[in-house]
């Protein structure tokens, strides 16, 4: 298997605690363009960085220099790693410190939700990522302490979902898309196309957040968010293609369309959560 070289020579790695397949492969979403990710977990205090360095080189088929990102040179959540070519198969290498997180996965079990800016997450990077990465890493190799079976524990403590994290997510991100909607709608008036797409896709982007948490399912990124809430139990009918509609026209310049297709799906979103749990007071 084309993981078990990689396993074997980085968990010699003096400070590496664990190695997770994670991605499109751990959720068997994978087709032929998927790559593989590879989850690094590791003890900041202790990890020979150099070794790893030099272990990243020897695994990539060029045998490249300077391949590691060393931890925060992506950012804070990102938090380094590698892109490597392995037999041929285009592989991430993402670096996690298992000390945060850990301290992560317990605010957000207690509902305690962030999102930030981060490269390449055009939302941003909401810490329910480091959740949904626990839930569905698929561990292929633990030191004697099993760091990952205990952050899965600790995941599941409150339930397979957490309440509170339920509730927090559709909180904050129906907040979210309400207000996007609300900035949007004065830039599609004026004929400000690019700042009214980028406010609809926070709106949509938010709406997925609060979806996938209506139905107690993890959302790793905004990367096939949309298409993947057309199989869930509670959500509105048609709502990628609907999208899509809006986003045409905007485009368009055609604002009044955009925003009957936009307040419709939002009053649909407001009434799912309606039929399962009273939205919070000054939600807005």
């Keep these: 298997m084309l993981t078990d070289k990689i396993v074997e020579s980085i968990s010699t790695v003096q400070g590496v605690k664990a190695i997770a397949l994670g991605g499109s ?7 032929k363009q998927s790559d593989y990710d590879i989850g690094v977990y590791y003890d900041a205090d202790t990890l020979d960085i150099t070794a790893l360095a030099q272990c990243l080189k020897e695994l990539d ?3 490249k220099d300077n391949l590691l990102n060393f931890p925060g040179k992506w950012g804070p959540w990102i938090n380094g790693g590698a892109w490597l070519t392995f037999d041929g198969m285009p592989v991430d290498v993402l670096l996690r410190d298992i000390r945060r997180v850990e301290a992560v996965l317990q605010d957000c079990i207690e509902g305690n939700i962030t999102i930030d ?24 190799w633990q030191d004697k302490s099993v760091p990952l079976n205990r952050l ?20 904050k991100f129906l907040w979210e898309a309400w207000f996007s909607l609300a900035c949007g709608r004065k830039a599609a008036f004026r004929g400000d196309v690019n700042y009214a797409m980028g406010s609809i896709f926070r709106a949509v982007c938010s709406w997925a957040e609060v979806l996938y ?25 048609d709502m990628e293609a609907r999208v899509k509609t809006a986003y045409k026209f905007i485009a368009d310049e055609d604002a009044e369309k955009a925003y009957q297709v936009l307040d419709e799906l939002h009053g649909k979103v407001e009434g799912l959560i309606n039929e399962i749990q009273p939205i919070p007071t000054g939600i807005r």
Aim: hydrophobic content about 30%; overall charge positive.
């Design 213 to 237: 948490a209506l139905n107690n399912r993890y959302l790793m990124n905004e990367k096939g968010a949309l298409k993947g809430i057309s199989g869930f139990e509670i959500k509105p009918i």
């Design 25 to 31: 492969q751990s959720r068997r979403e994978a087709d």
């Design 117 to 140: 800016y981060q490269c390449g997450h055009p939302f941003g990077f909401a810490n329910t990522i480091y959740a949904a990465e626990t839930h569905y890493c698929k561990p292929l």
């Design 152 to 171: 899965k524990a600790l995941l599941y403590s409150k339930g397979e979902y957490s309440p509170q994290m339920r509730e927090a997510v559709v909180k």
């Design 61 to 63: 088929d060029g045998h």
